[in-house]
């Protein structure tokens, strides 16, 4: 049975700040009791990833954003249709809308942290920028962690 919490980070970690998703999922696993989470990283969202939600209680998606206006932002998710459920990578939402699609309910809450992101070139390493916004992202979902519940997780989203 999957943990009540999943934490799916994703991204490519030869990108330079694409890297963000996986590298806040490392820190999570260092400094976090996983007793209640799962930890999932993958390049980019496929189809195959709305199964992956199911049975969860709560579920945040990371990952590096260039559109970001502060080191990071915090939202929920709502299942929508876009065009990337027919593409290679899908959004957050499309997933959910996947799920809620093939599995005919209503996919459980879910989250999405993005950071802020400079430079997402093949090659590259952490920019300086990102490196001090992923320190501010993973201080903030060691708070999440410390209250998982749905409650103190909405009144933690960004304005």
Not at 5 to 28: C, H, M, Q, T
Not at 116 to 127: H, R
Not at 128 to 150: G, V
């Amino acid at each position: 049975m999957p943990k009540p919490i999943l934490i799916f980070g994703y991204g490519n970690l030869s990108r330079g700040d694409d890297a963000l998703g996986p590298l806040l999922l490392e820190y999570v696993e260092e400094h976090s009791n996983l007793n209640q989470i799962d930890l999932l990283c993958d390049f980019q969202l496929q189809i195959e990833h709305a199964l992956d939600i199911e049975h969860r209680e709560l579920v945040l998606f990371v990952d590096a954003s260039v559109a970001c206006q502060q080191a990071f932002s915090f939202t929920q998710l709502k299942a929508n249709k876009d065009k990337s459920y027919t593409t290679h990578a899908m959004s957050p939402s499309a997933v959910l809308d996947v799920y809620q699609s093939i599995k005919h309910q209503v996919p459980p809450p879910c989250f999405l942290l993005s950071i802020k992101a400079e430079k997402l070139e093949l090659g590259e390493g952490l920019s300086s920028e990102a490196k001090q916004n992923l320190q501010s992202a993973c201080l903030f979902t060691e708070q999440l962690l410390k209250l998982p519940n749905l409650a103190f997780w909405l009144t933690q989203l960004s304005n």
